[in-house]
């Protein structure tokens, strides 16, 4: 008699699975820095006020 084994479902191993939530954190963390940082460009940014001394 031949048994046939059910196949299981290919899962990721342990160090597989580590990665991907590692990737996942990293995107995340990227995503997050990526929302809160200014452009260079905006004009709401904070500009040094320069301003003039009177002369005597």
Do not use: N
């Not at 954190?25 to 820095?33: F, T």
């Amino acid at each position: 008699m031949i048994r046939r084994t059910r196949k299981e479902p290919d899962r990721p191993t342990g160090a597989e699975a580590q990665a991907a939530e590692h990737e996942a954190a990293k995107q995340r963390i990227l995503d997050l820095a990526e929302a809160e940082r200014t452009p260079l460009d905006d004009p709401t940014q904070a500009v040094p006020v320069w301003q003039r001394r009177d002369r005597p």
